[in-house]
């Protein structure tokens, strides 16, 4: 199917566990992102990538990492979950910088127990 | 610190009543300010504003950007159930790439 997917959709892990978030998206655009969302914040970004092999910080990075080896795909991994990583995570996808209308994936709802 | 804000958090009307919601922002190298309504999973996009004073329309729903404020404001008149949602303002600028920051977003509930 053509669009972004993120799986899985719902997830629970324990605190401490090593817990990886896949998105993937088919038109080949240049630009992934990833926002988490809680209430009273809005969407934060986490990380983006301007491409394959270049991946940047956003506005709350501490706790995650990403790679993105292929143009199609982006995980985000929690190294060692915590309860504060609960929230709705959600990834995005532009064809270029100067885009505006990113696609957003349906989310990741993670709770962290 | 570059920062989307909006306001009210929160709205309840009535079917039939008109609304405002404001947003404003503070980044460094501004693009442009978009809108999105969120249901119960991702945003959607609704509005890109880029210059000053030019309204966009779409149905029952018009945004306008003020640069010279730094604020947007989206306007939903003869409201419905289904305009229940969030609303979410985001500005795209240049830091090192572009990027959208959001703001927290206004949750609008229109009751029947």
């Known amino acids: 199917d053509a669009g972004i997917t993120q799986s899985p959709r719902y997830k629970i892990t324990e605190t401490g566990r090593q817990v990886t978030l896949m998105c993937h998206q088919t038109w080949s655009h240049s630009y992934m992102f990833w926002y988490r969302q809680d209430l009273g914040h809005g969407l934060r970004l986490i990380y983006y990538s301007a491409a394959a092999d270049i991946t940047d910080k956003g506005e709350v990075p501490d706790g995650y990492v990403v790679s993105r080896s292929k143009t199609e795909n982006f995980p985000l991994t929690l190294e060692s979950a915590t309860r504060s990583q609960t929230s709705v995570y959600f990834c995005?996808?532009?064809?270029?910088?100067?885009?505006?209308?990113?696609?957003f994936g349906s989310g990741t709802r993670l709770t962290v127990v | 610190e570059d920062k989307v804000v909006q306001s009210p958090l929160s709205l309840v009307v009535h079917e039939g009543d008109t609304v405002t919601l404001n947003c404003s922002y503070e980044?460094?190298?501004?693009?442009?300010l978009l809108w999105y309504k969120q249901e119960k999973k991702a945003p959607t996009f609704l509005f890109m504003l880029?210059?000053?004073?030019i309204e966009k329309k779409s149905g029952r729903l018009s945004s306008i950007l003020d640069k010279k404020e730094l604020s947007s404001i989206l306007n939903i008149t003869a409201t419905q159930t289904g305009d229940s949602a969030i609303y979410l303002c985001?500005?795209?600028?240049?830091?090192?790439?572009?990027?959208?920051?959001f703001g927290q977003g206004t949750e609008l509930s229109v009751k029947p």
């Open positions: 995005a996808s532009s064809e270029s910088n100067v885009n505006y209308g990113y696609t």
């Open positions: 880029t210059s000053s004073g």
């Open positions: 985001a500005a795209f600028f240049y830091n090192q790439g572009g990027k959208l920051i």
């Open positions: 980044v460094t190298n501004f693009r442009s």
